[in-house]
Structures are given as C-alpha cells and as structure tokens.
C-alpha cells in the first residue's frame, strides 16, 4: 500500500445500534458481521460535507434531478473509463435491484428465460421470479484459483427459444472476476446471435484491485453499446446504499422508453433529497478516495490469504479481481457450506454468507466473506474463524 495515506480506513466506527440492517441484524451483541455487501468505512469526506450543508438546508420536499446530477456521471464515466455517454440515455432510480427487475420486465416476458452465470449475486434469482421469468444457469468453470466462462454452454443457453436477457454481472459477484474486454465482446456476439439483450449489473464497478481494470459493457463496440442496459451506481463504491440513487443507461430509445414505464407503473422514479447530493460529491471530489479505498481492500485481501494459508489451509481463497468480497472454497473441510456458516455464527460468533446463496450447485463448497472493514476487525473475525477451523 502506498505509505502516503490521506484517509484514516483504520478508523473503528460503531455502528451497532444504529439501526444497522449489517449489524443489528444479528441479535447477540457479540455477533461480527462480515457477511452483507456493506462497507464500516465513513464515507468520503466531501460527500460527508456536501450532506451537512443540504441538512443544513432544513427542508426536504420533493427532488427535482439537476442538470449537475447527468454532468457529474457523464464526467465521471468518461474520465475514468474512456465510456462516453449521452444525457439522454440516463434513467435514474432508487437502486440497482429494483432496475434489474424493470429491465427484465421491459424487454422479457413472463415464462421466457433470464440466463445468470453462477455461482451469482442471490438478488438476481429473486428479480427474475418476481418477473415471472424463469432462471436458466450458464455454470463458471473453475480454472486455477478463479473462474472462466463455459461459452459452449454459454451459446447452448442462449440459442434456446426461450431466452431472451443475459443478466450479467461485471465485475462479478461472488466469483470476483473483472471482465475483460475480449471476454464481454464475445459474449455480446454469442447473445447477438440468437436475439439475446444484455442486462449489466455494473454496481461494483469502481472496486477493482491492482493490475485490473473494469470496462463498461457498453464501452466495448457499437454492437455491445446497441444491446445493452447498463445498471450502475456510486452506492457500494462509496458506501451510500442506504440514500438509494442509481442510474438505468441505455442507449436504445425504444427500450429506454420501456423501461421508463416500468419503472412508473412500479413508482420507484423518485430520488430523495440527499443521493443527487452524495452522487455529485462522489463523482466531482472523491476519486482520490476510491482510490486509496481499493488500495486498502487489497492490503487486507492480502493479509486475508496470508492468515488463511497459515492457519486453516483447507480454506481456499479465489483471485480477487474486483468488489471486497472475498471467495473462498471450503470442500477440504468436508462440512456443507450452510454447516460452515452456522458453525461460524454459533461458535465463533461471526456471520458470513454461505456460498449456496449464489446457486446452490454452484456456491456448495464456498464461502463469501467482506473484508470492507478495518484491518484489525477483519482480524478478529479471521481469528474467530481460526478457532472453529483452525
């Protein structure tokens, strides 16, 4: 890590018992929580002022999105990411979720298959039931310490009448990979082929580590820019879920137009008075930030491997490409994942995700665990699991 540090990650702040859904879930007060895709790091400082001074205000009506709002993500994506996008090709909304299932709903009927790369983000399976589509799996194939796409598979399912979304994940979730441009030209060509539109949940997109680098889906070629959705938002970069603010990109007119719609008839169109703000504020002032963020993810993914490799080898960690999550193979402790998780929480009092979150068949053997915290609480949940393990 850079020993030339401007922002205090080390900071322990305290968040039990402020209504937390990460921490105060957990019933028992001694219960660490390294599980939800939440952060414990204070947000960058000028989102933290660009907050009091809209608080400072003192009325909070209704939001009307200003034109800094488009400026700051037009900006953003194209300084840092080459990806040049129009103002009219922004919807924004209240999450990446609830997107996910208008998207779906906009271009997918009920009944038709939604294709998912698994071991994936346990939210998309519920966005496509809840849009009366059907979940069709294309598996990762295990390679070394990471995964690959099975593109035989891959077209197989996409060839299948009933297909008509790729939902895909970039970078991925759980598995940790950052696509490569080659990777996600090819999938485009093979969803091209048979009529399949893509759905890019791209909400990781800034959390990359060293040696990496994300590439918007629709950055890749005017076929890939034609055949998208993009779904992004600066919530879990920045670690501002909870003011519910991200955006809906697409090119098409006619698809944008029916994904506007969806997103009326189900209401979730409107923006609170304080994302605009944190968006703004995350896009304009805190790239430096994201920065020494990644920087620090890194360090403890390190510290996390080392600590692992020395004290319960039978747990495997992945490659981390992208996110602060963490995947690691647990098959040598011959113990179901669900068994692992439940062991944790009972005996070690720290919660993790079990991997049959992610596909049943495909997380069985694996762990997900979020490592977005201070260094020496990510410690303590590692020696916690040590003694269960170790």
């Known amino acids: 890590m850079n020993q030339t540090t401007k922002y205090n990650f080390d900071e322990i702040v305290t968040r039990r018992g402020s209504h937390c859904y990460k921490w105060d879930l957990p019933k028992e007060d001694d219960v660490l929580p390294m599980w939800i895709a939440d952060m414990d790091f204070k947000a960058a400082p000028a989102i933290r002022q660009a907050l009091q001074c809209r608080l400072d205000h003192g009325v909070f009506g209704y939001t009307l999105v200003p034109q800094s709002y488009y400026d700051a993500v037009i900006s953003w994506f194209d300084r840092r990411h080459d990806w040049k996008i129009?103002?009219?090709?922004?919807?924004?909304?209240?999450?990446?979720?609830?997107?996910?299932?208008?998207?779906?709903?906009?271009?997918?009927?009920?009944?038709?298959?939604?294709?998912?790369?698994?071991?994936?983000y346990n939210c998309f399976f519920t966005c496509i039931k809840n849009s009366g589509c059907q979940i069709l799996e294309n598996p990762l194939l295990?390679?070394?310490?990471?995964?690959?796409?099975?593109?035989?598979?891959?077209?197989?399912?996409?060839?299948?009448?009933?297909?008509?979304?790729?939902?895909?994940?970039?970078?991925?979730?759980?598995?940790?990979?950052?696509?490569?441009?080659?990777?996600?030209?090819?999938?485009?060509?093979?969803?091209?082929?048979?009529?399949?539109?893509?759905?890019?949940?791209?909400?990781?997109?800034?959390?990359?580590?060293?040696?990496?680098?994300?590439?918007?889906f629709a950055s890749v070629n005017s076929a890939c820019e034609d055949n998208c959705v993009i779904l992004n938002s600066p919530s879990k970069s920045f670690n501002?879920?909870?003011?519910?603010?991200?955006?809906?990109?697409?090119?098409?007119?006619?698809?944008?137009?029916?994904?506007?719609?969806?997103?009326?008839?189900?209401?979730?169109?409107?923006?609170?008075?304080?994302?605009?703000?944190?968006?703004?504020?995350?896009?304009?002032?805190?790239?430096?930030?994201?920065?020494?963020?990644?920087?620090?993810?890194?360090?403890?993914?390190?510290?996390?491997?080392?600590?692992?490799?020395?004290?319960?080898?039978?747990?495997?960690?992945?490659?981390?490409?992208?996110?602060?999550?963490?995947?690691?193979?647990?098959?040598?402790?011959?113990?179901?994942?669900?068994?692992?998780?439940?062991?944790?929480?009972?005996?070690g009092r720290v919660m993790v995700n079990s991997g049959t979150m992610y596909g049943r068949n495909a997380g069985e053997g694996y762990l997900r665990v979020n490592i977005a915290c201070p260094r020496s609480v990510m410690m303590e949940g590692l020696e916690r699991i040590k003694r269960v393990f170790g």
């Open 86 to 120: 129009e103002q009219q090709w922004i919807i924004y909304t209240i999450g990446v979720v609830p997107a996910v299932t208008c998207a779906i709903k906009a271009i997918a009927q009920p009944g038709e298959n939604v294709l998912v790369q698994t071991p994936v």
């Open 142 to 216: 295990r390679k070394d310490d990471s995964y690959i796409i099975d593109f035989d598979d891959f077209e197989q399912k996409c060839a299948d009448a009933k297909t008509t979304v790729f939902l895909l994940c970039n970078p991925h979730n759980p598995a940790g990979r950052v696509w490569t441009k080659d990777e996600l030209a090819r999938m485009n060509e093979i969803c091209m082929r048979h009529g399949v539109t893509v759905i890019a949940d791209e909400i990781h997109c800034e959390l990359v580590m060293p040696g990496y680098k994300y590439t918007p």
């Open 240 to 347: 501002i879920a909870g003011l519910q603010t991200s955006n809906i990109i697409c090119k098409s007119p006619s698809l944008r137009h029916r994904i506007d719609r969806i997103i009326n008839i189900h209401e979730t169109c409107d923006l609170n008075p304080f994302g605009p703000v944190a968006l703004e504020a995350a896009y304009n002032e805190s790239e430096d930030w994201i920065d020494e963020l990644n920087e620090y993810i890194w360090d403890n993914y390190q510290a996390l491997k080392a600590f692992l490799n020395e004290h319960i080898q039978q747990m495997e960690v992945l490659k981390m490409e992208g996110s602060y999550l963490p995947w690691i193979n647990i098959e040598k402790l011959g113990i179901s994942s669900d068994t692992a998780a439940a062991r944790l929480l009972h005996e």
